[in-house]
């Protein structure tokens, strides 16, 4: 089992940053990849970005490329998500999820955290 824990969401204007935190724990060496996901409401889950644990390779959605950044501390079993130049659109519930293949469907992803929310107001 892989325990996640995310943290750091809130309330900022847009044009703000905020950085988000993924703690992982549990049986993590089966769980390469780990990802952000959001939700906004009334709409469907959709990926954000992913990061791999043993060589921190990253992929983006087009629609936060350029301002999210996502990375790793092993030591810590803890991965970010630093959020800048945050748009309304970008207003949502950011989860992380872990999983073992480099993929963007969220089905591919075995453990989920439980959620944080981003609102950026306008």
């Known amino acids: 089992q892989v325990q996640l824990v995310e943290s750091g969401g809130g309330l900022v204007q847009a044009g703000g940053s905020l950085r988000l935190s993924c703690a992982a724990s549990?049986?993590?060496?089966?769980?390469?990849?780990m990802g952000w996901f959001r939700q906004a409401p009334g709409k469907e889950r959709e990926f954000v970005a992913r990061?791999?644990?043993?060589?921190?390779?990253?992929y983006y959605a087009d629609s936060v490329k350029g301002r999210f950044t996502i990375s790793r501390d092993n030591a810590e079993n803890t991965v970010y998500l630093q959020m800048n130049s945050l748009k309304p659109e970008d207003t949502a519930v950011y989860y992380c999820?872990?999983?073992?293949?480099?993929?963007?469907?969220?089905?591919?992803?075995?453990?989920w955290g439980q959620g944080t929310q981003v609102t950026v107001s306008s």
């Open positions: 549990g049986r993590t060496f089966g769980s390469n990849i």
């Open positions: 999820a872990a999983g073992q293949w480099a993929t963007s469907h969220d089905g591919d992803y075995r453990y």
């Open positions: 990061i791999r644990w043993s060589s921190s390779s990253t």
